[in-house]
């Protein structure tokens, strides 16, 4: 699905990957912290100021007015934020991918001005040579950082996105997360359990995602080597991603996540134990 993907075999600690650098040093490193530390709460859109007056502008979309409000925050900082802040702020989204989309600023910012429309799962607004995407979830936070594409392009995601969301279910488990509102109940990572649609051996007999009914499968890892994850395509629908996993002696061993695409991202369905 996802024909914007990159590469079919990718690993982070290789240089000269662009769409898949390491978050910042904090997702990168091996981490050693309780996986039983909960997550701060997560901050609520009432918390957020409204966009400055002299916000980007954006288009309204018909039925949904606070998606124009979510992204006039993000296009505010898109103007002036740097890179490092960029990817800071969407951490949602492989930070390779964001030094990679938000490059045109002005053809973003042109397709943003123009009205959106949106479906169950996606508002998207258009120009004649940049279309801009934003999954619905995002809208609620108040701040949304969309996903770029060139006009007549398929909108879908690569195999970075992919990766990124292995490192942020393991920074989750050891008690790291990218960022303090990343949590599953907000950011759902694991397939869901129904409907059971997960066969990755094309099999013909689906199955619900062993993940969902056994989320304590990597229970006793403290921390991963972040620079280390690569991945490599299964089929059209499923993807293998592979990291270096740390147990509680200190002893590293590679696990196995075995993740399909939805029209809202990459799920993990399945870790080697």
């Known amino acids: 699905m996802a024909s914007v993907a ?4 990718a690993c982070d600690s290789v240089s000269g990957i662009p769409v898949d650098d390491p978050a910042p040093a904090r997702a990168a490193a091996v981490t050693t912290v309780s996986a039983t530390t909960p997550p701060p709460a997560p901050p609520t859109t009432s918390t957020l100021p409204p966009p400055p007056a ?3 502008a954006v288009g309204e979309v018909p039925g949904l ?3 124009a409000v979510a992204v006039r925050r993000w296009a505010t900082d898109l103007r002036t934020a740097t890179q490092t802040e960029l990817q800071d702020k969407c951490w949602s989204i492989a930070p390779g991918n964001v030094t990679e989309m938000y490059q045109g600023k002005q053809a973003i910012l042109s397709a943003l001005a123009q009205p959106g429309t949106a479906n169950t799962t996606t508002v998207t607004w258009k120009s004649r040579a940049t279309t801009v995407t934003v999954e619905r979830d995002l809208i609620d936070t108040g ?3 969309p996903r770029v594409f ?3 392009t398929e909108i879908g995601y690569n195999d970075a996105d992919a990766r990124h969301t292995v490192r942020r279910y393991l920074s989750r488990l050891v008690g ?8 599953e109940a ?7 359990a129904t409907p059971a649609a997960w066969d990755p051996r094309s099999t013909g007999s689906p199955t619900k995602p062993p993940l969902a009914g056994n989320t304590a499968k ?3 890892v403290t921390g991963f080597e972040g620079s280390e994850i690569s991945s490599s395509r299964i089929d059209s629908e499923y993807l293998a991603v592979e990291v270096p996993v740390i147990d509680s002696t200190g002893t590293a061993k590679t696990r196995t996540f075995t993740l399909t695409q939805g029209p809202e991202g990459f799920c993990i369905g399945d870790v080697t134990p």
């Open 218 to 220: 990597l229970s006793g």
């Open 176 to 183: 790291t997360p990218l960022d303090p509102a990343d949590r």
């Open 65 to 67: 007015p606070e998606a």
């Open 143 to 145: 701040y949304a950082c």
């Open 150 to 152: 060139p006009s007549g």
């Open 6 to 9: 990159l590469l079919l075999g």
């Open 186 to 192: 907000d950011y759902p990572l694991v397939c869901r």
């Open 54 to 56: 002299d916000a980007p």
